[in-house]
């Protein structure tokens, strides 16, 4: 089945106005597609990626990662689920200023209290790029090189699925490009499921599945073949 499911996800916001944030959300992202999600502001896009990832409850519907059904699980649980089978990419990197690269890379591992894989963290900070930039602080990389870091660090941990929000919102087009260029590998080497919220439409011209949202509902969805991946 896929990795994530959402099955009529309602999501209202205590003192929202009349219309919820999800009004009735039902989507499947499956192992090994890059889908993007776009609509206009306030139409339900980061309420969507924080009920996928079982960072929000939904107020009804299903929300099941890995076939698993969120809503039955409580916090501790929730939160080890969430650790074992999700990466997060974000517009800002959020990364730790105060950490090298390679701390930053094992952090999430670590968090989880499972061993560390430092040879696969290796790798991965060499498909990324950062190959010898291991010691570095965030603050010594440009905006590519930092969202590359949130990539590794996402990757390290073999997740399922990675959830990013608006990751180019911050590069210029070469760095997006070269984030883009990785998700599409990830997807395609790794057989990652990657879900993607975006503004720009060259973005999404790199998903092999674009999902519109207008309201808090999917409007419609159209199914792109794949990009040829220029580096
Ligand atoms: P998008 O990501 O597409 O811009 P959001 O998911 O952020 O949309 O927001 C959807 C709707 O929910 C908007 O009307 C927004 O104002 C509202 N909303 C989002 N987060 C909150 C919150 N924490 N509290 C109250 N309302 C919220
Ligand atoms: P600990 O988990 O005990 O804090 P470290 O992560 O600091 O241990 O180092 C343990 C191993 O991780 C090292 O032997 C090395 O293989 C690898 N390692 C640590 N730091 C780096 C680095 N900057 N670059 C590449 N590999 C590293």
């Known amino acids: 089945g896929p990795v994530v ?5 309602v999501r209202r916001y205590a003192g929202g106005s009349g219309t919820p944030a999800l009004a009735g959300v039902t989507v499947a992202f499956a192992a090994g597609t890059f889908n993007a ?12 990626l924080q009920c996928a990832a079982g960072l929000d409850r ?40 105060s950490l090298s690269v390679w701390q930053n890379v094992l952090l999430p ?11 696969w963290a ?6 990324v790029g950062l190959a010898g930039r291991e010691d570095d602080r965030p603050g010594q990389l440009s905006g590519g090189q930092r969202q590359r870091v949130a990539l590794a660090r996402a990757l390290a941990a073999r997740p399922e699925v990675i ?7 911050a590069l210029d ?16 080497d790794l057989r990652t499921a990657v879900v993607m919220v975006t503004h720009d439409p060259a973005a999404a011209a790199w998903a092999d599945r674009v999902v519109f949202l207008a309201d808090g509902r999917v409007v419609s969805e159209l199914a792109q073949p794949t990009v040829e991946t220029v580096a």
């Open 58 to 97: 939904p107020d009804g519907g299903q929300v099941r990662l890995a076939g698993q059904e969120l809503g039955t699980l409580r916090e501790p649980k929730l939160t080890q689920a969430r650790r074992r089978r999700v990466g997060f990419v974000f517009q800002s990197y959020n990364l730790m200023e």
């Open 163 to 169: 959830f990013a929000d608006e990751p180019t919102g």
């Open 37 to 48: 999600v776009m609509g206009p502001s306030g139409s339900g896009k980061s309420t969507l």
């Open 5 to 9: 499911e959402l099955v009529d996800v």
């Open 109 to 119: 591992q670590r968090l989880a209290g499972t061993r560390p894989d430092r040879a």
């Open 173 to 188: 087009l070469g760095a997006g490009r070269e984030v883009l260029a990785l998700l599409r590998e990830a997807v395609d």
């Open 122 to 127: 290796r790798e991965v900070l060499h498909r």
